[in-house]
C-alpha cells in the first residue's frame, strides 16, 4: 500500500538539553507539541539542526524514540539516519522503522569527498536493504553532493528512494531536479531546507520544506506556505523578506546553529548550552544576538504574545558561581 508523498514543513527540531549537557526529554516533549500546536506539517529529529553529530548512535535513537512517542501519530516523521557507514545506516534505519517514521533522510556521505559514482553506490545499496521509505539529503556544505544525474539515477532504479531534501539554496539546482525526475516519478518529492528562498522554491515546483527557522517562528512560517500555495505569492514573499531578516541574523551571527538555539529560548524553551564549547568572546556575542533577535522578533510582528522572561540561572550556573566566589576568597586567604 503506497503512501502519501511527503508534503509542507518539516521541522529540523533543536534538541534541549539540561544541566549536565543530557538530552531534556521533559523539555523536548514540550517543543513538539508546541509545534504541532502551531501547525507544523511533521517533525524531522537528527537533522542538521538537532546536531546529529553531537549525539551518540544511542542518543541518536532515543532522541526519534521520543518524538515518535510525542507525535502519536498526529504527524509524519521524517528521521535522520545518516550514520557513519552504509552497515550502521541500515541498523538505524531498521530501527526508525519499528517506531513508525513516514521515511529516514540520509546525508551523502561526509568528510571523505565522494566522486558522484560513489555517492550513486552507496544510497543504491542503501535502498535496495532499508525496510522504510528513504529520502536523500543534498547538504554540500557539509557532506558529498548530490548531482542531478544521480538523483535522477536513483529515482529510476530505487522505488524505495521518494524524495530528497536539498539544502543548498541552489533554486537553479533544484528546477533542474525537478525537470529530470518528475515526469518518471510524479510522486517524487522535494523539499528544501534553504528557507531564504522557499517561496521561490515553492512557485518553483518543490513540495514543501525542512527549515530551522520552521522551529522558531512556526506559525510564520505555516502562514508564508499556505499563502504560497494558494498562489498569492505576493502576499508570500512580503513574508518572506521578513523571515530572511531573521534567517540571516541567526545564521550569519554565529556558529550554526546556535542562533537558532538563543532564538527558540526567547520563544520560551530551556534549549540548554549546547554540546560544542563556546569561548567567552563567543558567549558574549551570543548575548548579543540575543539582543538582537528579541528585537527582530518584536519589531516584524512575528509574536502574538510578549516574549517570555530569560531563564533563571540553573543549579549548575549557581554552583559555579558559587565556586568561583569561594576560589577567590581562597586566594585572598579568607577561605
Known amino acids: 500500500m503506497s503512501q502519501a508523498?511527503?508534503?509542507?514543513?518539516?521541522?529540523?527540531?533543536?534538541?534541549?538539553?539540561?544541566?549536565?549537557?543530557r538530552?531534556?526529554?521533559?523539555?523536548?516533549?514540550?517543543?513538539?507539541?508546541?509545534?504541532?500546536?502551531?501547525?507544523?506539517?511533521?517533525?524531522?529529529?537528527?537533522?542538521?539542526?538537532?546536531e546529529f553529530v553531537r549525539f551518540t548512535p544511542e542518543e541518536r535513537r532515543r532522541i526519534v524514540e521520543i518524538v515518535a512517542d510525542q507525535v502519536r501519530g498526529r504527524v509524519p516523521i521524517l528521521a535522520g539516519a545518516a550514520e557513519a557507514n552504509v552497515r550502521e545506516t541500515l541498523r538505524a534505519c531498521e530501527h526508525y522503522a519499528g517506531l513508525g517514521v513516514r521515511a529516514v533522510a540520509i546525508v551523502a556521505p561526509f568528510y571523505y569527498r565522494l566522486s558522484p559514482e560513489a555517492v550513486y553506490a552507496y544510497f543504491k545499496q542503501i535502498a535496495d536493504h532499508a525496510p522504510v521509505d528513504v529520502t536523500l539529503y543534498n547538504i554540500p556544505q557539509f557532506a558529498s553532493p548530490i548531482d542531478v544525474s544521480t538523483v535522477r539515477r536513483l529515482a529510476e532504479e530505487c522505488p524505495r528512494i521518494i524524495g530528497i531534501k536539498?539544502?543548498?539554496?541552489?533554486?537553479?539546482?533544484?528546477?533542474?531536479?525537478?525537470?529530470?525526475?518528475?515526469?518518471?516519478r510524479p510522486e517524487f518529492s522535494f523539499l528544501t531546507g534553504w528557507e531564504a528562498a522557499l517561496v521561490p522554491m515553492l512557485l518553483a515546483g518543490c513540495d514543501g520544506g525542512t527549515n530551522a527557522t520552521t522551529g522558531i517562528i512556526p506559525e510564520v512560517m505555516r502562514r508564508m506556505y499556505d499563502l504560497a500555495r494558494a498562489g498569492q505569492f505576493h502576499q508570500a514573499m512580503q513574508l518572506q523578506y521578513k523571515v530572511l531578516k531573521l534567517f540571516d541574523a541567526m545564521v550569519y551571527t554565529a556558529d550554526f546553529p546556535e542562533g537558532f538555539r538563543v532564538a527558540l529560548s526567547l520563544r520560551g524553551f530551556r534549549t540548554g548550552r549546547g554540546r560544542q564549547p563556546l569561548s567567552a568572546q563567543q558567549q558574549r556575542q551570543l548575548e548579543q544576538l540575543r539582543q538582537t533577535l528579541a528585537q527582530l522578533l518584536q519589531e516584524e510582528g512575528f509574536l502574538q504574545e510578549p516574549l517570555p522572561e530569560a531563564p533563571s540561572a540553573g543549579s549548575e550556573d549557581v554552583d559555579r558561581i558559587v565556586q568561583e566566589v569561594m576560589a577567590r576568597l581562597q586566594q585572598r586567604g579568607m577561605g
Open 23 to 50: 538530552i531534556n526529554e521533559p523539555e523536548l516533549r514540550r517543543y513538539v507539541d508546541w509545534l504541532i500546536e502551531r501547525g507544523v506539517h511533521g517533525l524531522y529529529p537528527n537533522g542538521s539542526t538537532g
Open 5 to 21: 508523498a511527503l508534503q509542507g514543513l518539516f521541522v529540523p527540531n533543536l534538541v534541549p538539553l539540561d544541566e549536565q549537557g
Open 166 to 184: 536539498d539544502s543548498s539554496g541552489d533554486l537553479p539546482h533544484m528546477m533542474r531536479m525537478i525537470q529530470q525526475v518528475r515526469p518518471i
